[in-house]
């Protein structure tokens, strides 16, 4: 199993990035994948979820509105879209895998991550 | 939202000691919850799943414990390579939330 994130960069405040998240070794369209970040020196904070088949979507109350997960299983792809960043959107954000097949719990694999910076 | 509280923060402990951190959820999570450990500039690794079952080649000095609000995260015998810092998680109602984390030091 192997999560490649790209996309990250540094950005004004109000701008827009687009994460992706390549993924390899595993039945891409049978499992949920999510996004976590980590802002610097801080602790785990899960982003949002999306369902295999990408009827059903999650996310924390933060970025409602503002971010949108999609994805892509013909390319075995997940994208984190983020609208109108913020400095507190900093962080790295990680792509991962849920742990089994059709269920939403556990993260098992994790990316390497991808830094997105939010400054002036 | 859930809240997930850990304690300590911070525990420092030497080889060889055996190490308990707790997790507190805000309201009960049934057995909704996980065990992560991060490295220093690496992802986290999932320890425990299912507030009891160890995930893939966790060696079995860790084992995790709980149901309801509170759980336990042990290690029975700390080895070097366990200094790093631990998360809990829980999947019970989004959104997903994790505790603060707790560090674990050389004495």
């Known amino acids: 199993v192997k999560l490649v994130e790209s996309g990250g960069d540094m950005v004004q405040p109000g701008g827009s990035l687009r994460l992706s998240c390549e993924a390899s070794?595993?039945?891409?369209?049978?499992?949920?994948m999510n996004w976590v970040r980590q802002a610097p020196g801080k602790g785990l904070e899960w982003v949002a979820s999306?369902?295999?088949?990408?009827?059903?979507?999650h996310y924390v109350d933060s970025v409602k509105g503002r971010f949108t997960i999609s994805r892509d299983n013909a390319k075995n792809s997940v994208f984190l879209q983020m609208n109108n960043l913020r400095a507190e959107d900093t962080g790295v954000y990680f792509c991962?895998?849920?742990?089994?097949?059709?269920?939403?719990?556990?993260?098992?694999?994790w990316g390497q991550g991808t830094l997105v910076t939010v400054s002036s | 939202d859930i809240q997930l509280t850990q304690s300590p923060s911070f525990l420092s402990a030497s080889v060889g000691d055996r190490v308990t951190i707790t997790c507190r959820a805000s309201?009960?999570?049934?057995?909704?919850l996980a065990w992560y450990q991060q490295k220093a500039g690496t992802a986290p690794n999932l320890l425990i799943s299912?507030?009891?079952t160890l995930e893939g080649e966790v060696p079995s000095r860790f084992s995790g414990s709980g149901s309801g609000a509170e759980f336990t995260l042990t290690i029975s015998s700390l080895q070097p390579e366990d200094f790093a810092t631990y998360y809990c998680?829980?999947?019970?109602?989004?959104?997903?939330?994790f505790g603060q984390g707790t560090k674990v030091g050389l004495k």
């Open positions: 991962v895998r849920a742990l089994r097949r059709y269920r939403p719990a556990y993260f098992e694999y």
């Open positions: 309201q009960g999570i049934s057995t909704y």
């Open positions: 999306i369902k295999q088949d990408a009827d059903e979507k």
């Open positions: 070794g595993f039945t891409f369209n049978s499992y949920w």
């Open positions: 998680q829980q999947f019970n109602t989004y959104p997903w939330t």
């Open positions: 299912a507030a009891s």
